[in-house]
């Protein structure tokens, strides 16, 4: 069963080796493959080259002895080609690992997302390929005075549904109303989860935007499993180590490079984001320097510019004593972050406080102090 959009070479292919069952009034978008009678392959992968061969970040989950679930699915599958009676519209089995499945051919899938979010106790976690429904983001925004949420999204969630946004996005949205929100720069970062605390998963081939629950089919898995969110939970900090992923701040500094052909070998955080990545204070915007063949070439002034919302070129030689290219250029000064730029050392930024001795650099100063005792 497959959505009506398939590649014609492969409907050929298909019609030839199997019964393919084409749905046309809505997108089909489910993901999931049966084997046997027991068990269900699910996840967010789709079955083209770009997912299965690893150029996309996806999972898949297998699940076994699973007979009630595979005969729910077949079920509700059976419905989309064929006029019969519905009257399990959802499955639910309290001791199974997936206590329910809802379809949004039956369920409204928003709902249920909201009453989850809105049950939390302690934490959110939330790796999405697309968070643009500003219902949901304004729920998540409403508890985050009590909750933990962390959000990691793909880039799409910056560039798209911005007349919701006043002309400005759901990460920069996200991001000044005090969510921790980061981007994930991959070909495509296509996860669909929703961790909430310690014990549920929401897993499916839902995406959040509000067109996907408008005009799409699509499902929901939830998972009652302290084991599989803790290897999510595991995977949201090695995504964050391993690729380039960005807070709304270096993603906006990552842009301005890109703008403006700056290769990060030629650039260094500096300021006050450094005590933000050491989570000892929020830095309210990002100071950096270039080297001086970069500085001379995009003809910036030797004062501070502003370069953006909340990215700024600092003066020329703002370290006391060494120079912007010295500390760019020697790994003595600086270090790097995982997403390639520099920041610079936090005895660099020790020197500058010292040296300007305002009000709010003493207050800096006891702040590290305290994180060295």
Same mark, same amino acid.
């Given at each position: 069963?497959?959505?009506?959009?398939?590649?014609?070479?492969?409907?050929?292919?298909?019609?030839?080796?199997?019964?393919?069952?084409?749905?046309?009034?809505?997108?089909?978008?489910?993901?999931?493959?049966?084997?046997?009678?027991?068990?269900?392959?699910?996840?967010?992968?789709?079955?083209?080259?770009?997912?299965?061969?690893?150029?996309? $970040?996806?999972?898949?989950?297998?699940?076994?002895?699973?007979?009630?679930?595979?005969?729910?699915?077949?079920?509700?599958?059976?419905?989309?080609?064929?006029?019969?009676?519905?009257?399990?519209?959802?499955?639910?089995?309290?001791?199974?690992?997936?206590?329910?499945?809802?379809?949004?051919?039956?369920?409204?899938?928003?709902?249920?997302?909201?009453?989850?979010?809105?049950?939390?106790?302690?934490?959110?976690?939330?790796?999405?390929?697309?968070?643009?429904?500003?219902?949901?983001?304004?729920?998540?925004?409403?508890?985050?005075?009590?909750?933990?949420?962390? #959000?990691?999204?793909?880039?799409?969630?910056?560039?798209?549904?911005?007349?919701?946004?006043?002309?400005?996005?759901?990460?920069?949205?996200?991001? $000044?109303?005090?969510?921790?929100?980061?981007?994930?720069? $991959?070909?495509?970062?296509?996860?669909?989860?929703?961790? #909430?605390?310690?014990?549920?998963?929401?897993?499916?081939?839902?995406?959040?935007?509000?067109?996907?629950?408008?005009?799409?089919?699509?499902?929901?898995?939830?998972?009652?499993?302290?084991?599989?969110?803790?290897?999510?939970?595991?995977?949201?900090?090695?995504?964050?180590?391993?690729?380039?992923?960005?807070?709304?701040?270096?993603?906006?500094?990552?842009?301005?490079?890109?703008?403006?052909?700056?290769?990060?070998?030629?650039?260094?955080?500096?300021?006050?984001?450094?005590?933000?990545?050491?989570?000892?204070?929020?830095?309210?915007?990002?100071?950096?320097?270039?080297?001086?063949?970069?500085?001379?070439?995009?003809?910036?002034?030797?004062?501070?510019?502003?370069?953006?919302?909340?990215?700024? #070129?600092?003066?020329?030689?703002?370290?006391?004593?060494?120079?912007?290219?010295? /500390? #760019?250029?020697?790994?003595?000064?600086?270090?790097?972050?995982?997403?390639?730029?520099?920041?610079?050392? /936090?005895?660099?930024?020790?020197?500058?406080?010292?040296?300007?001795?305002?009000?709010?650099?003493?207050?800096?100063?006891?702040?590290?102090?305290?994180?060295?005792?």
């Amino acid at each position: 069963m497959v959505d009506y959009s398939m590649n014609k070479m492969f409907q050929n292919l298909f019609d030839n080796k199997c019964n393919l069952i084409y749905i046309k009034e809505k997108l089909f978008h489910h993901k999931t493959i049966l084997i046997d009678s027991d068990i269900v392959i699910t996840g967010s992968s789709n079955l083209h080259l770009n997912s299965v061969m690893g150029y996309d $970040t996806e999972y898949i989950l297998k699940l076994e002895n699973q007979e009630n679930l595979v005969n729910y699915h077949k079920y509700i599958f059976k419905s989309y080609s064929e006029n019969i009676d519905i009257t399990n519209k959802q499955f639910s089995e309290e001791n199974n690992i997936v206590r329910n499945v809802w379809y949004s051919k039956y369920t409204d899938l928003m709902g249920k997302i909201l009453y989850y979010i809105n049950s939390a106790k302690k934490s959110i976690v939330i790796m999405h390929f697309w968070l643009t429904s500003k219902v949901i983001i304004d729920k998540l925004i409403e508890i985050s005075k009590n909750i933990d949420i962390k #959000i990691l999204l793909d880039k799409r969630s910056f560039e798209r549904d911005r007349e919701q946004f006043n002309k400005s996005n759901a990460i920069e949205y996200l991001y $000044t109303n005090n969510i921790d929100v980061k981007i994930i720069d $991959t070909k495509l970062f296509h996860y669909k989860v929703i961790l #909430i605390d310690n014990n549920i998963a929401l897993l499916g081939s839902q995406n959040l935007y509000d067109k996907s629950f408008k005009n799409h089919y699509e499902d929901i898995s939830l998972f009652n499993s302290e084991i599989l969110c803790t290897l999510f939970k595991s995977q949201y900090d090695w995504l964050l180590n391993n690729y380039k992923c960005y807070s709304y701040k270096e993603w906006e500094l990552n842009l301005f490079c890109d703008k403006n052909s700056i290769n990060k070998n030629g650039i260094c955080i500096v300021g006050s984001h450094l005590l933000e990545k050491l989570n000892i204070r929020k830095s309210n915007d990002i100071d950096f320097i270039l080297n001086t063949g970069e500085r001379n070439r995009l003809k910036l002034p030797k004062h501070n510019k502003t370069c953006g919302k909340h990215i700024e #070129i600092v003066s020329y030689n703002w370290h006391p004593i060494i120079n912007d290219d010295e /500390l #760019i250029k020697n790994e003595n000064y600086h270090i790097f972050l995982p997403n390639g730029f520099k920041i610079c050392k /936090l005895q660099m930024l020790i020197d500058k406080k010292i040296k300007h001795n305002r009000e709010k650099d003493k207050l800096d100063l006891k702040l590290i102090e305290n994180i060295n005792k």
